[in-house]
């Protein structure tokens, strides 16, 4: 069965910096897909990146970019010059393709950037 | 364009009672999903609905839960004889390629 761990409950950054959130997963599929969600206090689940099995490059989406390590089993997000409204929860995800998708969640990181 | 949206964006009830949570997808998905968020559960996968087929309800946690879908569009969650173990942020998102979900805001229950 597929699984997310995410190993670092809660992350500070100072304003400016980069940081990096780490994701391992777990699966026999060959063929996954690895997605990055933002969870601001709102709640709202807001889309950040998704890293193919396939692909080629590393993911990259503005200020977010995928740092993905297939050896290592690792998806590590990296948001480069972080903004004092990237404090928000963060999870990272994978579907399960032959149940319509439906996504296996880590159990997120909070992560606070400091002023 | 719009996104999805959910309502009530927050409910409180008795325990006993029953609530419903409505989803809108975004116009033209033909894939939505329900999860649940806990503090102890974590996001939880309940049901997943796929054009005219039928669903799939593995996590739904019990048979007071239930969900439909109408004209391949709308959804309604239903739990009944809520309990305060139901108490979590309900949240509702859509596809439209199999791939990328897109989440709406959650509903908020709280059973007293």
């Known amino acids: 069965a597929q699984k997310i761990t995410q190993t670092q409950p809660g992350m500070f950054v100072q304003e400016k910096e980069a940081v990096t959130l780490d994701c391992t997963y777990d699966t026999s599929d060959p063929s996954y897909g690895l997605f990055w969600y933002k969870q601001p206090s709102s709640g709202e689940m807001i889309f950040l990146i998704y890293?193919?099995?396939?692909?080629?490059q590393n993911a990259t989406e503005g200020r977010y970019s995928l740092n993905f390590q297939k050896a290592r089993k690792s998806a590590n997000l990296v948001i480069s010059a972080s903004q004092l409204g990237d404090s928000a929860m963060y999870f990272c995800?994978?579907?399960?393709?032959?149940?319509?998708?439906?996504?296996?969640f880590g159990q997120g990181t909070e992560l606070s950037v400091k002023p | 364009g719009a996104g999805v949206s959910q309502s009530p964006s927050n409910k409180v009830t008795e325990k006993g009672k029953d609530v419903e949570l409505r989803c809108d997808p975004i116009s033209g998905h033909t894939a939505l999903y329900w999860y649940r968020q806990s503090l102890g559960q974590g996001l939880e996968f309940l049901i997943y609905f796929q054009g005219n087929s039928a669903p799939d309800k593995s996590g739904l946690p019990s048979d007071r839960f239930s969900a439909e879908r109408t004209g391949g569009s709308v959804s309604t969650l239903t739990i009944q004889r809520t309990q305060q173990e139901d108490s979590a942020v309900y949240l509702c998102?859509?596809?439209?390629?199999?791939?990328?979900?897109?989440f709406g805001p959650g509903t908020r229950l709280l059973v007293l």
């Open positions: 890293q193919g099995s396939y692909d080629q």
């Open positions: 998102a859509s596809s439209s390629d199999g791939e990328t979900q897109y």
């Open positions: 995800a994978t579907p399960i393709y032959n149940q319509g998708g439906k996504l296996i």
